[in-house]
Structures are given as structure tokens and as C-alpha cells.
């Protein structure tokens, strides 16, 4: 199986351009942020370790793989929208303000930017690129960052704030014991309403 690569950033990295990928964690969560990260490695950076998908690997696997970026990047950064803040403008926009405060961090690195998915808005030259945590070193790298900040957040902010829903388990995604949760307790301030809407509707068929 093929893993990213910076086959993608060696083009910027030619004429002298320093590239920054980003990703989110958290986008189809019912509870908490959407968290985005954006990672520049120094130009013709040659790694000694693998990245990968963030959600194809153990959070064990994650942690290390993170600690190793971390030290070896040029920068990085990460910001988050929160959950009343995503009920008010929608997922969509919410993710991209993130990207966008993230790569603010880093606006004197000037770097090309590469997006994962295909929709993406701001002041940068940029591509987006659909399944890109599989495919540049960077994005996969910016989605393991991500990834562990949000979790990280979920087990050590959210949790300890509400901790009767389990939220160092299942991270605020739907799972059955999440879910079952919200009935009992109901939704806290950190529920996307406009997540729990729908899921609460196709669960009592009305």
C-alpha cells in the first residue's frame, strides 16, 4: 500500500516554495470543536518515520507518530471552532474559518497551501486535494496533529467539564453508548444542536 509522500510538495519545493498542509479532526462529531491544523516541513525534508491517515491508525500509533512531527516540522498550528459556534454559521464554514485561523499562525512562512477535501476559501494560492491524508506527507501529517489535539481536548477539557457522557471514550462521536447518554441526561452546551436534530429525530421516527 502506498503512503503519503511529498511527492506533491517536491513541485513547490523546486522553485523555493515552503508548503503547508492542513486538515480537521472533528467534523462529523455530535459534541465538541472542529479542530484544524496546518504543518510546514522544511524544504526537501527527508523523513525517518511513515504518516498516515489519522483515522486508520490506533491513538497509541497516533501519539508517536505525533511527538515525531512535532519535533521535526518547521511549524505548526491548530485552532478550533467551538460547538455553539458551528450550530450558529454550520459545519461547513466552521471548518474552514479553522483552516483559515491556522494558516494565519503561519502567514510569514508564506507558504502554498495544500487543503484535504475539495472545498476550501481564503487568502492563500492553495489546491485542494480529496483524499490528500493519503496521498501528501503534510495533510496526513496535519491530520494526525489535529487529530490528537482534538482528542486530547475531548479527554482532558470536555470530559472533565461533563463527564457523565463519556466523552474520553467516544470523543463526542455518535456511538451507542453516546447517544443513549443524550437521552438520558440530555444534550450539554458542548451537543451541536443542529448534529443532535437529526439524530434524535430518525431515533424516535418522528
Excluded at 111 to 124: A, H, K, S, T, W
Excluded at 126 to 147: E, R, Y
Excluded at 170 to 193: D, F, V, W
Aim: aromatic letters at 12%; one cysteine or more; glycine letters at 6%.
Amino acid at each position: 500500500m502506498k503512503r503519503p509522500n511529498f511527492d506533491i510538495e517536491k513541485k513547490f519545493w523546486e522553485i523555493g516554495k515552503l508548503v503547508a498542509g492542513v486538515d480537521e479532526a472533528g467534523r462529523g462529531s455530535l459534541a465538541g470543536p472542529v479542530f484544524a491544523s496546518a504543518v510546514i516541513f522544511p524544504l526537501n525534508f527527508v523523513p525517518d518515520y511513515e504518516v498516515f491517515d489519522s483515522k486508520t491508525i490506533s491513538p497509541k500509533v497516533r501519539a508517536k507518530i505525533y511527538e515525531k512531527i512535532i519535533s521535526t516540522c518547521l511549524a505548526f498550528s491548530t485552532y478550533f471552532v467551538p460547538a455553539y459556534q458551528i450550530d450558529e454559521i454550520n459545519i461547513l464554514k466552521a471548518t474552514i474559518l479553522a483552516m483559515n485561523k491556522a494558516l494565519e499562525q503561519l502567514a510569514d512562512y508564506a507558504p502554498y497551501v495544500l487543503i484535504d477535501g475539495n472545498r476550501f476559501e481564503g487568502p492563500y494560492e492553495f489546491s485542494t486535494i480529496v483524499d490528500g491524508d493519503t496521498k501528501s506527507f503534510s495533510i496526513a501529517a496535519a491530520s494526525i496533529v489535529a487529530k490528537v489535539e482534538r482528542d486530547n481536548w475531548m479527554s482532558e477539557v470536555a470530559h472533565k467539564l461533563y463527564p457523565i457522557y463519556g466523552f474520553d471514550r467516544h470523543k463526542g462521536y455518535a456511538t451507542k453508548m453516546h447517544i443513549e447518554k443524550i437521552l438520558k441526561y440530555q444534550p450539554s452546551p458542548l451537543h451541536r444542536k443542529t448534529f443532535l436534530n437529526k439524530i434524535l429525530l430518525d431515533i424516535s421516527g418522528k
